[in-house]
């Protein structure tokens, strides 16, 4: 009895014993049938939500789509009422390509028409101011060529192209320098070739007697005015 105190009461020696807790044993009493309809409950669950998602989606994407249908819409409106207004607009303006087409050929026709144009008054008073002291002028005259038909080929051979020629009467109370005549018609620009014919003793009731002189120059295609020539973008003709 005392000895199976003490082994009782003497702690034993080692490694000590582990415990070890057990839960209690569980058993599912529900029948299979249950079961089955819990889970299939839970499918369906699952199912509704599913499809609630896949109509929201739908749902979305239908609003998107109709968006950009009626923006699509508007837009298109907006092209076709820009394209009335520029219809309207070029109605407006239709005859201006007819206009601007007549100014073209209106613009040729004179240029063509006015290629031959030549300041006669400017050339009348340079004639007058190189006259020798004591002539006058009686009678001028100028003939020319027109873009249709050149002048005629000068008389005298020795004289070389023109495109014109001023003809001219003078009196002089004294014999006149004819060479020095020539010489100041010659240096007038876009003339040259001046002649003097003729220079004959003539007399007037009103002045008496005088010399008459008869002359003529040529007109070099330097005279023409070009005024009416088109105009580069440079700013030269």
């Given amino acids: 009895m005392t000895a199976l105190t003490d082994r009782l009461a003497k702690p034993k020696t080692g490694k000590p014993s582990a415990s070890i807790v057990v839960g209690l044993p569980q058993v599912n009493l529900l029948p299979p049938e249950v079961r089955a309809a819990r889970g299939l409950r839970s499918i369906k669950r699952w199912l509704v939500i599913a499809l609630v998602v896949t109509l929201a989606l739908c749902g979305l994407l239908y609003v998107v789509n109709v968006a950009q249908s009626q923006a699509a819409d508007d837009e298109l409106m907006d092209a076709q009422s820009e394209t009335a207004r520029l219809t309207l607009e070029q109605a407006k303006y239709a005859e201006v390509p007819r206009v601007l087409n007549q100014l073209d050929v209106t613009s040729s026709t004179r240029t063509i028409a006015m290629s031959t144009d030549v300041l006669w008054k400017s050339y009348l008073d340079a004639i007058a101011a190189v006259l020798p ?82 002359g003529s120059v040529q007109v070099r295609a330097g005279a023409f005015s070009d005024r009416f020539q088109p105009v580069d973008t440079d700013g030269g003709k």
């Fill in 133 to 214: 002291e004591g002539v006058s002028l009686d009678t001028i005259s100028m003939s020319g060529a027109t873009p249709m038909t050149p002048l005629a080929a000068p008389a005298n051979v020795l004289q070389s192209a023109r495109v014109g020629e001023i003809t001219l009467t003078g009196r002089s109370l004294s014999l006149p320098d004819t060479a020095a005549l020539i010489d100041e018609l010659n240096s007038i620009p876009g003339l040259g070739d001046a002649w003097v014919t003729a220079a004959v003793v003539d007399s007037d009731p009103e002045f008496g007697i005088y010399y008459k002189i008869d």
